[in-house]
């Protein structure tokens, strides 16, 4: 039996990353190293600037491959390939490990030099805010760090510069685990799952109903009824998982001008990071999807400083509920999907 589905589910590979946050300087407000190894992305090192505007600079080593699909914040200002003369980039038992020194398109010195030598780190999976100020969203991606940490500030060293100016380290006003901490944070065990990104083709598939079915890397279980109960790719603490608790309709199968509606979920690493509707309508060969109503992330069971950070800084729970997708399949002989994700920024990170 042939099915079609409106979704397309995936991992984006990365090995680890960092995000080094400033206090007051007058044009940056932080970096981010990423380290990547995969087909995908190419072998290197990968550097997010965020600039105070809100615009983001990426320079990337030579083995990196370019996403033409990547967006973040108010859109991208350099994109540049660079060498980089210091390229360490770690996580140890102790900490975060980096020294990253490369020239900027405009020509100067960047310095990014972290030591960490904690004794007991309290890593926590905790899901990064990334989709959280992204003005034109070109796909639904959650960021999940199943190890997530700060660096501690008693036995962390931090100098980063720009062309000689100095850059502040910023700081949280809370304790975590006990400890004082940099607004420096990083992970080396990630879940990344991208959904419905622009330019994506339907899920299309053969199944038997009762049945669960393999389609390149995804698993789908099908009910007696014949319909999706879940979508799954990766397993365990690398898995990510679209949910519907009464079951999703093959479009083959939909019934002409009348609505269907429903509900899904979305689990990463086993724990649920969202949830909301469904809305379907098909006429004639084509079916109208509307994915709407997001729920906030809601996290539980986090140390003290953590609760209070998800209090204080609220773009952590709630920017999931701010994304709805909107979109239609052709059901040609081979499938088509076009659709577009919305943003409305109703939050900023305080």
């Not at 990064?128 to 999940?144: C, D, H, R, S, T």
């Not at 389609?215 to 009824?225: S, V, Y």
Request: glycine share 8%; net charge negative; aromatic share 12%.
């Amino acid at each position: 039996m042939k099915y079609v589905l409106p979704f397309h589910f995936e991992f984006e590979p990365m090995i680890r990353l960092a995000v080094i946050s400033f206090n007051g300087d007058e044009e940056f407000e932080g970096y981010e190293p990423q380290l990547f190894d995969d087909p995908v992305n190419g072998k290197g090192i990968r550097l997010l600037r965020y600039r105070k505007n809100g615009k983001v600079d990426i320079y990337y080593e030579a083995g990196i491959i370019p996403d033409k699909y990547f967006s973040i914040g108010t859109g991208i200002a350099d994109s540049k390939m660079t060498h980089f003369d210091k390229n360490l980039f770690e996580i140890t038992e102790s900490g975060l490990q980096v020294q990253l020194i490369f020239t900027d398109a405009q020509g100067r010195k960047n310095e990014l030099k972290v030591e960490e030598k904690s004794a007991c780190k309290h890593p926590v999976p905790l899901l990064a805010p990334v989709g959280g100020n992204i003005e034109k969203p070109k796909k639904l991606f959650f960021v999940y760090m199943n190890d997530f940490d700060f660096a501690y500030r008693k036995t962390t060293q931090i100098h980063c510069s720009l062309d000689g100016r100095l850059l502040e380290p910023a700081t949280l006003p809370l304790l975590i685990s006990g400890h004082r901490a940099y607004l420096t944070r990083y992970c080396s065990r990630l879940t990344i799952a991208a959904l419905n990104p622009d330019g994506a083709n339907p899920l299309c598939f053969d199944a038997v109903p009762g049945k669960t079915t393999m389609q390149n890397e995804t698993q789908i279980h099908c009910n007696a009824e014949g319909l999706v109960d879940q979508i799954q790719i990766g397993k365990d603490t690398n898995s990510a998982v679209l949910n519907f608790p009464g079951g999703f309709p093959n479009l083959l199968d939909l019934p002409e001008n009348q609505r269907i509606m429903g509900y899904f979920d979305i689990y990463i690493s086993s724990d649920k990071i969202t949830g909301g509707q469904y809305r379907l309508e098909k006429i004639t060969d084509q079916v109208h999807v509307e994915l709407n109503q997001l729920e906030e992330w809601q996290p539980a069971g986090y140390p003290i400083g953590y609760r209070l950070l998800f209090i204080f800084v609220n773009i952590f729970r709630n920017w999931p509920a701010n994304y709805s997708w909107e979109g239609t399949v052709e059901l040609k002989e081979i499938p088509l999907m076009d659709g577009k994700w919305q943003h409305i920024l109703k939050d900023k990170v305080k």
